[in-house]
């Protein structure tokens, strides 16, 4: 079965301090796909990356990065520079090419960005 | 605007009162699904539908139903909501089956005293 763990309940840091979310995965699938989503306090879930299993490289988006490692099974989420707009709750996600339309996600990393 | 639709936003209801949270796509994608999300359980999967008139349960359909009748709408039911389903629902539409991104409605905060 599926799983994705966030073991990072709450993380706190003082703004422009980079900041990386923790992300492990479980899957027997040799196919799938690894997202992140951010949750403002507002409540929306804001998409912002996806990953498929054959794609290893590190992706550079602005102050985020992502780093794919499939030999630890892990999916980390860097925030370089920090704001305090980054302040939200980061949930890390997986789908599985023969599973059910579902994402997995993990419980979440609430990420506080103090000035 | 690519969106999905979701009422109501907020709503307080009482034991065993039938309610419905209607979910409506315009960006004409063939998956939809429902998710709940709880505190330290992050999201899970109630139901979810590859077409119209396909549904199949998900993780945690317990006191749920579904029903997708046209291919833009996807509503939830709670035939007799009890107050373990207090929770923030969201309703998603994807174009891909599990490739791709997931397009999540705004969220529905439901509470049932």
């Known amino acids: 079965a599926q799983k994705v763990t966030q073991a990072q309940t709450e993380i706190s840091v003082v703004e422009k301090e980079d900041v990386t979310l923790d992300c492990v995965y479980e899957t027997r699938d040799t196919t799938y796909y690894l997202f992140w989503y951010k949750q403002p306090p507002s409540g929306e879930l804001v998409f912002l990356i996806r990953r498929n299993s054959f794609d290893e490289q590190n992706e550079i988006s602005g102050r985020y990065s992502w780093n794919f490692q499939k030999s630890t099974s892990s999916f980390n989420f860097t925030i370089t520079a920090s704001q305090v707009v980054d302040s939200a709750v980061y949930f890390c996600?997986?789908?599985?090419?023969?599973?059910?339309?579902?994402?997995?996600f993990g419980t979440g990393t609430q990420l506080k960005v103090e000035l | 605007e690519a969106q999905v639709t979701q009422n109501p936003r907020y709503l307080i209801t009482v034991t065993g009162k039938k309610l419905t949270v209607t979910c409506s796509q315009n960006m004409n994608h063939e998956y939809m699904s429902w998710y709940r999300q709880d505190p330290g359980l992050g999201l899970r999967q109630i139901y979810y539908s590859m077409n119209v008139e396909v549904t199949d349960k998900g993780d945690v359909p317990e006191g749920y139903k579904v029903s997708r009748k046209e291919k833009r709408n996807f509503p939830l039911i709670l035939e007799s909501p009890s107050p373990n389903q207090t929770s923030l629902y969201f309703c998603a539409s994807s174009l891909n089956r599990n490739t791709g991104e997931l397009f999540f409605g705004e969220g529905s905060r439901l509470t049932v005293l």
């Open positions: 996600a997986l789908s599985e090419e023969g599973g059910k339309n579902k994402l997995t």
